[in-house]
């Protein structure tokens, strides 16, 4: 290879790395302008605890992996203070989590900002990964198109930059199932090893990726029956290799809990993880229902089956929405192997979701992002060959469609920062009506405090009226306020509230979008007369401002 030949090759992997520094920009910068979102704390005093302690009591619904590496920054360089008192022993974690960050330490924005840098490290190992795997399979520049539509997607910038297990399990259910491709191409002793190790650590970053085990093991079955010779015997080979991945990974788990030994309900016997197995009957039970969810101005506790199909038609960016149709159709008429490590597990998790009634938030298609990013780097080769068109022209078309996708998907995450959890794109009404559709953690996640204490400084408002939803105290932020019914804060003042619901009382009324449509409140009504007029003023999307005056 000439030396001018080897420098263009180089140039993607450059450009990759430039790409890396932008979205670590764009996460850190963004990160220090929000207050912690409604379960940063819960996640936050979770990992310390367990770093300080060993004791997993508060690591039930979430394993302690991504938890415990949070929040290390934190416990390596801070005198943190852990407040071993009743809600400890009752393994009350919400109790135990406010007492930690807001009452029992001191800088709890310190404590928050550090315990986000190693999310932010995993978002960046997530888009060098998405490189490498798309890279492998369609080359530098399919691998740059690739990463780009990783690094630069407002949902995964959303969660890249919060202390939260969401992205955590991500990268490393991207990290399993770019081992299976690998293993499915060498069926080698370490391919065997590395498959096992990632997808345990993927099972213990986040209970849901557990669901990603029978998925890659059937994409892994799957790509080994190609070949229409002996396939039972290829059949019965690769069921040993997945048999000895899936012993591999419960041991990865029982590791991450240090090897305890423990009883359940249910069961007689001791049994290894004892608070994993609690965790999966929880989600279990969460999954059937029961907990109030929103969509397009509808409030149910029995869910959608169309919940995640809307959230992902009015959440993703329309420029990942085309390169992903675009993709879909190579796909069908150029399959190649390999691809179904590509396209079976989205789809597959995706349906999965639909049969869910656990409807909280986009952020939980967030695993099928990464595998869409590496679906559109195939672009970069997209072959016209079955038109009568001029291979030069064919490149131009190429090049044409990668800029063009790419330019359209910068432009719509520079418009929305720094608030990336509040992406809409235009199905959705984009950030400004998207609350119409979905609120919680897809718009609302109680992430604009700082933003509010902001724009009280700046429009001379010494005091408002402040129905909140997050978990941060308003106090923190020097914010003087009434407080409203909310969740958590005032939630228990809403059968007598400290205002009229039909004619609110004179004063700057400051709302959280998931407040105002009355998702999680027993009266869902309460804050109907202020829904019902457009607001004054609009913090981060988030905080709607009202101004009422006297009669």
Known sequence: MSVGARSLKAIPRWLAVWLLVLTAGLALTSAVQKSPTMDEQNHIARGAAYLGTGDPRLSIEHPPLINGLSALPAHLLLDLRLPLDQWWEAAEWYHFAENFLWHANQDPDSIVFLSRLPIVGLGLLLTSLVFRWATSRFGPWGGLLAAAFCALDPNILAHERLSTTDLGGTFFTLLAAYAFWRLSEDRSPKRVLAAGLTLGLAFAAKLSTLVFGPILALAFLTDGMRDASDRGARFLRRLGLVTAVAVLALFVIWATYSFQVGHIEGFRLPVPASPYVQGVQAVLGFAGGGRPSYLLGQISTEGWWYYFPVAFAVKTPLPTLLGLLIASLIVITQSSRGDVFIWFPPLAFFLMLTTTRLNLGYRHLLPILPFIAIHIGRLARLCLARFPIPQSLQARGRHFVSIALTAWLTVNTILIY????????????????????????????????????????????????????????????????????????????????PFDPHQPEPGVYAISVTNLVGVVLPDQDLYGWFRRRPPDDRIGYTVFIYRVASP
């Not at 959890?421 to 400004?432: K, R, V």
């Not at 897809?442 to 408002?464: C, F, H, P, S």
């Open 418 to 497: 720094p608030h990336f959890l509040a992406y809409f794109n235009p199905i959705g009404g984009g950030p400004e009506d998207g609350w119409r559709i979905l609120v919680d953690s897809n718009i609302d996640w109680g992430q604009d405090l700082k933003g509010l204490r902001t724009w009280m400084a700046r429009e001379k408002v010494e005091r408002v009226k402040l129905s909140w939803f997050g978990s941060a105290p308003p106090e923190a932020y020097g914010i003087d306020h009434q407080l409203l019914v909310g969740v958590p804060h005032g939630f228990t003042m809403w059968q007598d509230p």
